[in-house]
């Protein structure tokens, strides 16, 4: 599935290279488009998404780990997206930029830690200490754990470009998010004994991107990538009384994602 997402978005960014190369280039004495648009204090936009949320997990030696097995499984979600974008020119190669945008994610983890049961009767001297618990046996639902996200993903980049080439440029971009998840579950009482894997609400990311703007007669259209990588841990522990199934497995789960962007100005 991953190749496959993969191989969409380099034909997609392949047709649109072709069309603008279509466009722009091959003309001879086109003239330049849109001469005075990168020399506008403010200027705005929109963007569509094509993207690849996972999650990076670090996962618990004693609890997350069998040997050299590990215990706990990630489904990535390939979803669209979209958000509006903000510039703020601050001279001939650098442009601030903010791109609020929404992403409605949707992934699956896998917990293959029915061997936690071995620690029933608690350790004492094996970190992480754990109290003694009721081994259950888990089932399929108990083993699977949807995680229903919506991000209100709001970036501020700062951007460096080259010069104009006939109508065409490339950039490069990196800076930091703010990440809201609307569908946090973090203040629920009930956690995965219930069913229910709790996530944090508010988080923060970093993020790097490259791509190239090409110049219409009437908009500029800018095909990028972008990568997104989340520095908190998002997991919230379980309860003190819920068995080391599930969320002790993991020491971090940290949301990554890959994008493919097309952006209108």
């Given amino acids: 599935m991953g190749n496959t997402f993969f191989k969409i978005n380099f034909i997609a960014a392949f047709v649109v290279c072709s069309f603008a190369n279509a466009q722009l280039f091959r003309t001879k004495d086109r003239m330049d488009n ?111 754990r949807t995680v229903k996200s919506t991000y209100v993903d709001i970036p501020l980049l700062i951007e460096v470009h080259g010069d104009r080439w006939y109508n065409s440029r490339p950039y490069a971009a990196a800076g930091v998010n703010w990440m809201m998840n609307l569908q946090s579950n973090s203040k629920s009482e009930d956690d995965n004994q219930q069913g229910i894997f709790r996530t944090t609400a508010s988080n923060f990311a970093w993020s790097a991107e490259i791509g190239m703007q090409f110049y219409f007669s009437r908009f500029k259209l800018t095909p990028g990538f972008r990568g997104t990588f989340m520095i908190n841990n998002e997991s919230v522990a379980d309860n003190a009384e819920t068995p080391p199934y599930w969320s002790s497995a993991m020491s971090s789960a940290k949301t990554r994602a890959f994008m493919f962007v097309l952006k209108f100005e």
Avoid: W
């Fill in 34 to 144: 849109l001469e005075g648009f990168d020399g506008q204090k403010f200027s705005y936009g929109f963007y569509l998404a094509a993207n690849n949320f996972d999650y990076k997990l670090v996962l618990d030696p004693k609890f997350g780990m069998d040997g050299q097995k590990s215990l706990v499984q990630t489904k990535a979600a390939y979803i669209f997206g979209a958000g509006l974008i903000g510039k703020l020119r601050l001279n001939d190669y650098f442009d601030l930029r903010v791109e609020p945008g929404l992403q409605f994610v949707e992934r699956e983890i896998y917990f293959d830690t029915q061997t936690n049961s071995n620690y029933a009767d608690g350790t004492s001297t094996q970190l992480p200490i754990n109290q003694p618990f009721t081994p259950i046996t888990l089932t399929d639902a108990d083993k699977l």
